[in-house]
């Protein structure tokens, strides 16, 4: 018996490069924070028509754009990844990943 495997895409979207916090700032709430992640956009093979953002497995946030605003919790550790998505939803190696606390207001 022979078995073969469809090939997959020919070029799915490069990796997005240098994502950083580029804002981390207390919320409404002591409790509450925003973090804004900022990466550079995938260049070479498909052309990507959007970005999703992963903290471990879980998508947490997905754009257009190269950067997003996420509300975690004040003083919580949170580690994220991107990756670029082609037309047909398909997802290529994600970026290297960050790694921040989000800002809090200590008690008084």
């Not at 018996?1 to 979207?13: D, E, F, Q």
């Not at 998508?59 to 003083?75: H, R, S």
Request: charged letters at 10%; zero cysteines; proline letters at 10%.
């Amino acid at each position: 018996m022979r078995v073969t495997t469809a090939p997959g895409p020919a070029a799915r979207p490069a990796a997005p490069a240098s994502l950083e916090v580029t804002g981390n700032a207390p919320g409404a709430w002591l409790t509450d924070a925003r973090l804004t992640l900022a990466w550079s956009a995938s260049t070479g093979g498909e052309p990507a028509v959007s970005y999703r953002v992963y903290e471990g497995a879980t998508v947490v946030g997905e754009t257009d754009g190269t950067q997003l605003t996420l509300a975690v919790g004040g003083a919580t550790w949170h580690t994220y990844t991107v990756v670029a998505v082609d037309a047909a939803g398909n997802e290529p190696a994600a970026s290297p990943s960050v790694t921040a606390q989000g800002m809090f207001y200590p008690p008084p």
